[in-house]
């Protein structure tokens, strides 16, 4: 009898045990189920970031804790999400690349670019972007719309969306030049950078300096092409590479019609033999 009123007392323990349990059990499953879920903010499922077709302006880089922002020029990346692509530059040499973007990670390998030696703040902005933007990245998109990207090392790159600048009433000033067909872009002539700068009118009016002398002439737009009437310019004598930039402009904008794109803020301008310049907008 003892014995009986014994095991009815541990079975009376035992059921009070596992109903205490149970609660416990089901506040771990619905912590279980909550992380990682939606709303958590967890990198694995945040939202994919939108980052096709996008000209994405390359606001800052940082690198080993240091952070940098682009010197004058345009700094920018597009990615075609259909070919696995993003091109653009990272502050001296145009590139491209393989980038297969999968939800909130970014890969970006086989980086391939233009040869041009910039041994300024460009060139030395650029090695950081470029180690910052090779490999695995994970992205995460801010709520003003700005996309960080950070490599497995914690070095970021932080891209703002760039909407295209007019052609007509932006100052744009020349950081580049163009040469043949391959379009290959070249330096400008030492000390003459920010020098040679341009405005377009709505009336078909372009007026600006070509890096020693100022000038005017007329641009009438056609699409994509931009027919140039002949130049009228100062006879001011300058020192040689400000010359050369000016002769290589004329050349371009006395080529009869050119071709021009423009790309975030960044205006190429080419003639028919594939020579031209490259010129950054003003930001308003």
Known sequence: MRNTTAQAKKKHVTARAAAAIVPLLALAAAACGTEGGAGSGSVENAPAPKVDGVHWAVQSVTVDGKKSAPPAGAAHVVFDQ??????????????????????????VSDVRGTAMACADARGSFEAAATKAFTGKLTARQGEDGTLTLTNADGATIRLAEQPPAPLEGTGWTVDGLVQGKGQQAAALPAGTEAKATMVFGADGSLRGN?????????????????????????????????????????????????????????????????????AEGAAK
């Open 82 to 107: 259909a070919k696995d692509e993003v091109g653009g530059s990272l502050g001296c040499n145009d590139f491209g690349a393989k980038a297969v973007v999968q939800g909130s990670t970014v890969t």
């Open 210 to 278: 070509l890096g020693c002398n100022s000038f005017s002439t007329t641009a009438k737009k056609s699409g994509a092409r931009l027919a140039f009437d002949r130049v009228m310019s100062t006879r001011k004598l300058c020192a040689g590479p400000q010359m050369e930039l000016e002769q290589a402009l004329v050349k371009t904008l006395e080529s009869g019609k050119a071709g021009f794109r423009i790309e975030g803020r960044t205006l190429t301008v080419t003639a028919p033999d594939g020579t031209g310049f490259t």
